[in-house]
């Protein structure tokens, strides 16, 4: 079971290139979320989806586009990169939330991208 | 707006000495939260809940509704509880779900 997938890794960019962070997961969870964390920043919600064909803007979602045509994928797009974008960028999926409770989330490893 | 705040960046302690990790949330409704936990080279995980009332390697936190807190205590620091140690909070309903917020951690080491 392999949770949450994401790739790449590591990526240099350089400023104004386009790129795309794959996300999969294979738990058949509803919710999805990309998250990017800066040092000493915390996390911070960049967009979301509570469905396939369904996305929602987070805190910081300007520079950034996503998708999500099926249940497992949920690609983050940056169209002009820009150096304030360098951040380590996670993947985050949950089941429905419970009666009483919110659901666990689940993280990919992440991906450091760095622009110059 | 809900909010969580982790006041200390860095937090080191000897082995086998108590630690205690501090959040401080703000929301106006009945909260619920979490300790999310990332070990050196791993995936961020989920540590504890509230609502659970449990205790995960010896780790606990009680939600303190009168300070708005939420702190992870742990009696005795193993070397291996070194780690980034994240408080969230989930309250309000944005856009067409309940957020997660997350603190700025907390970096644990635990000295030999």
């Known amino acids: 079971n392999a949770g949450v997938t994401q790739t790449p890794k590591f990526r240099i960019l350089k400023i104004g290139q386009s790129m795309t962070l794959q996300c999969t997961q294979d738990?058949?969870?509803?919710?999805m979320y990309w998250y990017r964390q800066d040092p000493g920043m915390g996390l911070k919600l960049i967009y979301y989806s509570v469905g396939a064909g369904i996305t929602d803007k987070g805190e910081v979602p300007n520079g950034y586009n996503v998708s999500r045509s099926t249940t497992e994928d949920f690609p983050l797009r940056l169209e002009l990169a820009a150096p304030s974008q360098t951040s380590v960028y996670f993947c985050?999926?949950?089941?429905?939330?419970?009666?009483?409770?919110?659901?666990?989330?689940?993280f990919g490893e992440g991906s450091r991208l760095t622009v110059l | 707006a809900q909010r969580v705040t982790q006041p200390e960046k860095l937090l080191s302690v000897f082995k086998g000495a108590p630690v205690e990790l501090k959040c401080n949330y703000s929301y106006s409704g009945s909260p619920e939260l979490f300790w999310y936990v990332q070990y050196s080279r791993q995936r961020l995980q989920l540590l504890l809940r509230?609502?659970s009332r449990e205790s995960i390697k010896g780790f606990t936190a009680d939600l303190n509704k009168g300070e708005t807190s939420f702190h992870l205590k742990k009696p005795f620091a193993q070397e291996e509880d070194s780690a980034m140690y994240y408080c969230?909070?989930?309250?309000?309903?944005?856009?067409?779900?309940?957020?997660?917020?997350f603190g700025s951690g907390t970096q644990l080491t635990v000295l030999p």
């Open positions: 969230a909070l989930s309250g309000e309903v944005s856009g067409s779900a309940r957020q997660l917020t």
């Open positions: 738990m058949n969870h509803n919710y």
């Open positions: 985050a999926s949950r089941g429905r939330d419970g009666e009483w409770s919110t659901g666990e989330l689940f």
């Open positions: 509230h609502i």
